[in-house]
């Protein structure tokens, strides 16, 4: 496994030469997706800032390269000469330029904070995209870690550090106070309302656009009142100072848009704060207006040398648990292959390879190196395998946990009914799919079972969630007969993900049920109705329906009537977050002329439970307030 990375920064490229790599939120999922297809690339992530635009990548085979990749997703040639402005970096070198990005250290403004949610937002934006893998996932997730323990225990300068707070401080050393100074911010975004949060803070008079037609509904800043996105050029003529930081591919600001400026005799401040840049450069021709951007901005911070050694013991602290992760991977892939085992001679180079890490590692001295080679040892003996019993949740990919999907990519081979394994196949493409049909739910158990034992990373996966009516307890009960490991990732069951649809017809006590007599007799579950019914419990119906069971729903509300009136709400939801998907509202009476099979959920409410608004709602029992 190699890392590598390729980026154009503020440290070697100006902001139209920076502009050529900026991408718009579609773009960016564009790019990695075709990016996740290029030759050699198991993983990639790309980090888009208005001070840089990185690529990360890993691979196997070594000859990726990552520089010619970033050029070619923004369909720029090497005639266009940006190779001398790239950075490029790979394997420990790489890792230690993302941990000092992370926590700001790589940052024009030193130590800034938004830095972090940005590295965060690129993970992110990768999953999406389906670009990243187990590599990728780890370096960022550890890089991460590292930058939150830093921001939280190390103050790396003496004043707050952002862009936002570097362009509140260059208005008020221009204008020499903020107070009364009026405002207009363009942009209802992260960076946006942080500027316009400030410049209140500063007794300024402060507008923020938004657009009459958003969705997003943000309210305007305290202290801060909304303009009309349409009407900003109006609002600007009264103002001192214009920010502008949208993520917009075109001009928020054209020198033509503002003619009328030259003729004020007042000057202006415009502070463009996005990449792609929203003011046209040309404004910065009036002469009374000044024109400022993320390159010239600038803030002079004290750096505390302390807290930056801090910084960096830390960081070495999480590559260590970086490089423990990947040693891991290695070692215990050839212990898995045959090529040795940890009493025949992979110890040994174990140790040689830790001992050629870099230096700057062993913050604790040797005893760190010997720390290390312990821990990757106890991996690999524990390296028999693992079986994760994977909730997929209903249906729909976006519809399962991060959690969830972490443990598919991390796994080697899937193991499930073949209807749920066919939701998730494309997916989840280079991963070993081993599928059967109904009642086989035991012999799969074995096949997982089997599978681990051989050092295999196994999900056993059930649709919801798989400690509800799932593979969960038979899963536990089969790794417990052959010592394997069992972990079991939770999902969204269809008591959840169906009454979302609904409403919230189990916001308070409930019962779930399975009508299916398979494996629980019908005496057993008529018992069970009844004693819900009785309880006024609202109640989730699993498996009301199938093929060979027509009649069970209507038996059930007969049960179910003898203690309910007729009248209570119920609902079905059928093939949730699947195609097809359904949900009506209905009486008790009414359900039991209701058909259902395997793929229906069926809820049924108490006496707290009435229709609001065409949805199901149980009350909770807050008093009023």
Not at 27 to 52: D, M, P, W
Not at 311 to 336: C, N, P, T
Not at 415 to 442: A, N, Q, W
Request: glycine content about 10%; hydrophobic content about 40%.
């Amino acid at each position: 496994m190699k890392i590598k990375m390729a980026g154009i920064d503020y440290s070697s490229a100006t902001v139209t030469e920076r502009e050529a790599f900026a991408f718009t939120a579609s773009q960016l999922q564009k790019a990695l997706a075709g990016l996740k297809c290029a030759e050699g690339v198991k993983g990639c992530a790309i980090i888009s800032t208005c001070n840089r635009t990185e690529l990360w990548i890993s691979g196997e085979g070594g000859e990726e390269d990552p520089a010619g990749l970033l050029c070619a997703a923004k369909g720029i040639g090497a005639e266009a000469g940006y190779e001398p402005l790239m950075n490029t970096r790979e394997g420990h070198e790489a890792m230690t330029h993302l941990f000092e990005t992370a926590c700001g250290l790589r940052s024009q403004v030193l130590g800034e904070d938004q830095i972090l949610a940005q590295v965060k937002a690129a993970l992110e934006q990768s999953r999406e995209a389906r670009a990243t893998d187990d590599a990728i996932e780890k370096l960022f997730q550890t890089a991460i870690a590292s930058a939150k323990r830093i921001k939280t225990k190390v103050r790396l300068t003496t004043a707050d550090a952002s862009v936002a707070h570097a362009a509140v401080q260059n208005a008020r050393g221009r204008l020499g106070s903020l107070s009364g100074a009026k405002c207009l911010v363009i942009g209802n975004g992260e960076m946006g309302r942080l500027t316009a949060e400030l410049l209140a803070a500063e007794g300024a008079d402060v507008a923020i656009t938004h657009r009459r037609h958003s969705k997003s509904g943000k309210p305007a800043p305290d202290r801060c009142r909304a303009a009309d996105y349409d009407l900003r050029f109006d609002e600007m003529r009264e103002c001192d100072v214009i920010v502008s930081a949208t993520v917009s591919p075109h001009h928020t600001i054209k020198k033509e848009d503002v003619e009328w400026i030259a003729h004020t005799g007042r000057q202006f401040l415009f502070i463009d704060l996005a990449l792609p840049r929203d003011i046209d450069q040309r404004v910065g021709e009036y002469e009374n207006a000044i024109l400022i951007n993320v390159d010239n901005i600038g803030m002079d911070l004290a750096v505390d040398r302390q807290a930056l050694s801090e910084a960096k013991r830390i960081m070495a602290e999480h590559m260590q648990d970086f490089h423990k992760w990947v040693l891991s991977k290695k070692y215990i892939g050839m212990q898995k292959d045959g090529r040795g085992s940890p009493q025949a001679g992979l110890s040994a180079d174990l140790r040689r390879e830790v001992a050629s890490l870099p230096e700057e590692l062993w913050v604790g001295g040797a005893s760190d190196m010997d720390g290390m080679v312990t821990e990757v040892m106890k991996a690999m003996k524990k390296a028999r395998g693992k079986v994760l019993v994977v909730g997929t949740g209903p249906g729909e990919l976006r519809q399962m946990t991060g959690r969830a999907s972490e443990a598919l990519l991390a796994s080697d081979v899937i193991v499930g009914y073949k209807v749920y394994v066919d939701l998730i196949r494309e997916h989840f493409p280079g991963k070993e799919f081993i599928s059967s049909p109904m009642k086989r739910e035991r012999e799969r158990c074995e096949t997982a079972v089997k599978e681990a034992a051989c050092g295999k990373t196994v999900a056993l996966i059930s649709s919801g969630d798989a400690g509800v009516y799932g593979m969960a307890s038979v899963a536990i009960e089969t790794a417990e007969k052959h010592d394997v490991e069992v972990e079991v990732v939770p999902g969204v069951t269809a008591a959840l993900s169906g009454g979302a649809l609904l409403g919230a017809p189990i916001a308070n006590d409930f019962a779930a049920i399975s009508l299916s007599d398979l494996l629980t007799p019908w005496e057993v579950i008529e018992k069970r109705l009844a004693a819900a019914a009785a309880g006024d419990f609202a109640i989730a119906i699993y498996n009301p329906g199938s093929k060979g069971r027509k009649g069970h729903l209507a038996k059930a509300c007969r049960i179910l009537l003898k203690h309910k009136p007729k009248d209570t709400p119920c609902g079905i939801v059928r093939n949730v977050g699947r195609g097809g998907q359904t949900c009506r509202l209905l009486t008790l009476s009414e359900l039991a002329e209701a058909e259902a099979d395997m793929f229906t959920t069926v809820f049924v409410g108490s006496r707290q439970t009435s229709v609001l608004g065409g949805r199901m709602v149980t009350m909770r029992g807050y008093g009023a307030t």
